[in-house]
């Protein structure tokens, strides 16, 4: 459990975004929320290193649809697959607006601090291209705390590619740091030492029956990961530390990160989705 100063209502926030994420093959609208209107959603996508996801609120901002994927279309928040990625927005749009039952028009998408302006337009391109009017662009911790509503400490996100670091002070964003160590190099370790391919070995990773018995193989990686933790909250009064990113679902790695950073770590019950939610609350 999270004490306070976060969000009163983040666990239940998060638990009812995972429960729709991942109901019907990870294209569900809430069977339990009353139908919204088209005119009134706020539609967010995340465009990952590893994962692609879509998050559709109703009007009270409330998760009421969403779906996402893992593709190969961005590298340390730059298109590098621009094709590739307005497709598979395209094909992600029109799965939830099927279950929706109607179009979605606009949306908000995110950026890691510090990527260059024609990088951002280039996010925004790749909605325009899949059909959604970009009107929103904000940067990714901004972004989570949307969702988190803290105050002063470090946000760390720790996705596919890259471990973001943002500082707070009195609710704004004071310094951030970026660095390409992610979910992806514990993969990568895996696929290293038991001789499967990338896929498989992220497969095998995300699957809650392997992950105590890979532990002892990913953890060096997860240290690495607080090592630069630690670098970067140097010099900052930092009381505490807000895991974020897919990475930080991984059990365990939020004691790896208070251990090597001697901060305390607080893990919101599903990271991944902390993010997108706050990108579509910007929409
Ligand atoms: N349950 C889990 N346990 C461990 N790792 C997980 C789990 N779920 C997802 N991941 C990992 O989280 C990563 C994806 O997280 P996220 O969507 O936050 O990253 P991203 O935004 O795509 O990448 P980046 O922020 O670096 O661009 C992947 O490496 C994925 O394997
Ligand atoms: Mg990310």
Redesign the pocket.
Known sequence: MISEPVNPNLTDLLTRTDRIMSGANGRGADPNSARPSRDSVHVGV?L????T?LAVLDENYQPIAGTYQFAEI?R??LVVDFIGAVDLLRRMKSQVEERLGFELKSASTGY?PGVPQAEVRATANVLHGAGLDCTGLIDEPTAANNVLQIKDGAIV?V????T?IAVFRKGKVVYTADEPT???H??LVIAGSTGLTFEEA?AM??DPKE?TRLFPLIRPVMEKVGTIVRRHLAGHKVERIYLV???C??PGMDQVIQEITGVEAVLPGKP?FV?PLGIAMNN
């Open positions: 995340d990952g290193t590893a994962y996801v961005v340390d928040g890691p996100d996705g596919g590619g890259t973001g992610g979910g992806t514990f993969s992220e990773k995300t992950q990113g897919g990475t679902a991984y991944l993010t």
